[in-house]
């Protein structure tokens, strides 16, 4: 069993918190990764799990074991790093074996894990190579292979794909995500980039600021965000936020208004909302029809068109007042606009969320009152 639980944990240095109040269970054979900008804490996070660092308070606990204040090597955990270290004077099976042979293991142990580690990881046929006749993306793979020999609880990594190109990148994401699956091994995984961490998770653990934020599977951070700060983390281009308040039977955004009645949730009429529309959830006017529930049409204009391939993303301005309001839409490439035309859009008012004015959901449709934020089940909300 290698589930792994952390309880109240805080870490706190000379000046900083880097870690606060951080509840999360990380359950046996589960991928979770830890995502959040520069700074937030997913690496202290981590290193509380790995043992490299002792918490101030709180508990760590692997697979059923107290392990708050044990070293790393008693913690039947492996680690991979974004800087691979291995040693150049080794050949690829002295790397991988390395830290077996330092725990004298038997050769023919050694030899059976360090044959089925290179067969998962695809490195057959290379162990007598050094490191630098290896390609990055292989010698990523010697040190993912270096971890799976010790056959651990849990597996640690921290940015592990960094140093890699963007196209590599992508392939050793669904290399290590096949590999997780096939071994079954719990996984805690290190990424400032939303993307990587969309795709590979079972769940994504959004942290800010040291606290974390919402731990839930991809798709449910995309639709239904805890609060502004999940809305805005995930997902790219971002969910387009914007200020306003409630005016009877609508939410009042300056330049336009959208139709809602917040009785039965607990709004009342004068608060602080913040709205929340996805690019893609913004249509023109002239294809309303395609949705079920549309909102009144809103004229904008096209400040700048941004074509990515299979959609283009168009920058849009609303004005009234001398008020600026911006929008960020993603079209179809084959709608005929350019930059500067006038063109009206409307919301599709099923996926407009609505945050307080402490930015925490209301609800994440105007339409369907089960999208309630209170039906989500959040583990650890901050
Ligand atoms: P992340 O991995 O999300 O970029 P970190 O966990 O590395 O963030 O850091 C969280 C905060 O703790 C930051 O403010 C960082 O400067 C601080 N911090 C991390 N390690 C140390 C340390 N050894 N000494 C002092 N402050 C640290």
């Known amino acids: 069993m290698g589930e792994v639980n952390l309880t109240d944990v805080r870490k706190e240095y000379e000046d900083v918190v880097a870690v606060e109040g951080m509840d999360l269970t990380i359950e046996d054979g589960e991928f979770v990764t830890l995502v959040g900008p520069s700074g937030c804490g997913k690496s202290t996070t981590l290193e509380t799990i790995s043992g490299l660092t002792t918490p101030t308070s709180g508990t760590i606990e692997i697979a059923g074991r107290d392990v708050t204040t044990k070293p790393p090597k008693d913690r039947n955990i492996a680690m991979v790093f974004q800087n691979i270290a291995l040693f150049p ?44 006749e290896l390609s990055g993306g292989q010698q990523q793979r010697v040190g993912i292979a270096r971890a799976i020999v010790r056959e651990p609880d849990v597996f640690l990594m921290d940015e592990p794909l960094a140093n890699l190109d963007a196209k590599l990148r992508v392939a050793m994401r669904t290399e290590i995500q096949r ?30 600021d040291g606290q974390l934020q919402q731990c839930s599977p991809p798709l449910e951070c995309y639709n239904r965000p805890v609060n502004t700060f999940v809305a805005q983390f995930i997902g790219s281009p971002s969910m387009n936020l914007f200020d306003g308040q409630v005016a009877g039977e609508a939410l009042d955004v300056g330049d336009f208004s959208v139709a809602y009645d917040t009785t039965g949730t607990p709004l009342v009429d004068g608060d ?28 904008v204009t096209v400040d700048v068109l941004e ?25 179809d490439p084959d ?28 609800v994440h449709s105007l339409v369907d009152p089960s999208a309630a934020a209170d039906d989500v089940t959040v583990e650890g909300e901050a």
């Open 307 to 331: 074509p990515v391939g299979d959609q283009t993303y168009a920058y849009l301005l609303a004005e009234t007042d001398g008020e600026t309001t911006e929008l960020l839409m993603s079209i």
């Open 89 to 132: 004077h080794m050949t690829v099976y002295e790397n991988i074996s390395f830290g077996l042979r330092l725990r004298n293991f038997d050769k023919e142990e050694i030899d059976r894990r360090v044959e089925n580690a290179v067969e998962i990881v695809q490195l057959e046929g290379m162990l007598d190579r050094s490191p630098d």
């Open 272 to 299: 602080r909302v913040t709205l929340g529309v996805r690019p893609e959830d913004i249509y023109l006017a002239d294809d309303a029809g395609d949705i079920a529930h549309p909102s009144t049409p809103v004229a």
């Open 335 to 362: 709608k005929e606009i350019s930059e500067d035309d006038t063109i009206e859009v409307v919301f599709s008012r099923d996926d407009v969320h609505v945050f307080d004015g402490a930015g925490d959901a209301v």
């Open 179 to 208: 590999l997780q699956k096939e071994l079954g091994i719990t996984s805690v995984y290190v990424t400032h980039d939303q993307e990587e961490a969309m795709t590979m998770s079972d769940r994504i653990a959004i942290i800010n």
